[in-house]
């Protein structure tokens, strides 16, 4: 019997198989192009990206199964590195946009399927501003608004942070009142308006797990936005950083 003969059922249990992973994907910009968003891949083509090619029916199965079961990675939120283009060829001032934009432009329509995105801590936060938003910069308000508009049945937003020092000064000696302010002001401006959301999750990985620390994400952990924030600090080790080594996707990829 061919493939396509199965029912639609037993396609797509088929295909969750092969398609869906523990591993999540992960977006950054490519070391070989300085100042231009490019995002690099495993060389090792992944084997959800070959089921994509098979033909049109297998791509539209697939795919849904795909972005609604992957866990997207973005460790930047701002993508500060990029050149805007005048005319072909020349290089016009340097500028900012949210760093999931590229991804979301690309996959267009299916953005709706996604169901879980992470992205880094943004370095912005804890930074006390002036102008129309005190709290929050701009280009973090344009990021978080993007994905609240974009991804409509989002079910999990994890913001993390990778770097264990910056994780011990959030936790030890950050003013708790301005980021707690910062938290709110990031679920008022996003997140409290999509419904589908269940949970935003602050991640913190650190070497070595103490008793200040975890004394400290307890306090905050009573201060958070409402139930849908959770606070987590996690052990950074060896299997963590070869995890994250090898979480690489093109974004050249027609998915």
């Not at 088929?14 to 490519?30: C, G, L, N, Q, T």
């Not at 098979?54 to 701002?78: G, R, W």
């Not at 979301?104 to 169901?115: A, E, K, Y």
């Not at 994780?167 to 999509?194: K, N, P, W, Y």
Request: neutral net charge; aromatic residues 8%.
């Amino acid at each position: 019997m061919h493939l396509l003969e199965l029912p639609v059922e037993i396609r797509l249990l088929i295909f969750s198989e092969v398609i869906v992973s523990d591993w999540p994907i992960e977006f950054r910009r490519s070391p070989n192009c300085p100042g231009i968003f490019r995002v690099i891949r495993d060389y090792r083509p992944p084997r959800q990206q070959a089921l994509l090619y098979v033909n049109k029916v297998v791509h539209e199965d697939a795919k849904s199964i795909l972005y609604s079961n992957t866990h997207f990675e973005f460790p930047d939120t701002i993508d500060h590195a990029g050149y805007r283009y005048v005319t072909p060829g020349k290089l016009a001032h340097w500028h900012t946009r949210p760093h999931v934009q590229p991804f979301l432009d690309q996959i267009g329509r299916n953005s709706h399927l996604l169901r879980h995105i992470c992205i880094n801590l943004p370095d912005c936060l804890l930074a006390p501003r002036g102008g129309e938003n005190p709290l929050l910069c701009s280009e973090l308000v344009q990021a978080l608004q993007l994905i609240r508009d974009s991804c409509s049945n989002l079910i999990t937003f994890k913001i993390s942070s990778w770097r264990p020092r910056h994780t011990r000064f959030i936790l030890l000696s950050a003013d708790h009142d301005l980021f707690v302010a910062q938290l709110e002001a990031m679920d008022a401006c996003a997140f409290g308006a999509m419904p589908s959301l269940e949970r935003v999750a602050l991640a913190f990985w650190t070497y070595g797990i103490d008793e200040a620390l975890t004394t400290s994400r307890d306090r905050l952990a009573q201060r958070m936005p409402s139930a849908k924030w959770s606070i987590e600090v996690l052990q950074d080790n060896e299997d963590s950083k070869a995890l994250r080594g090898q979480r690489h996707v093109s974004i050249d990829i027609d998915i």
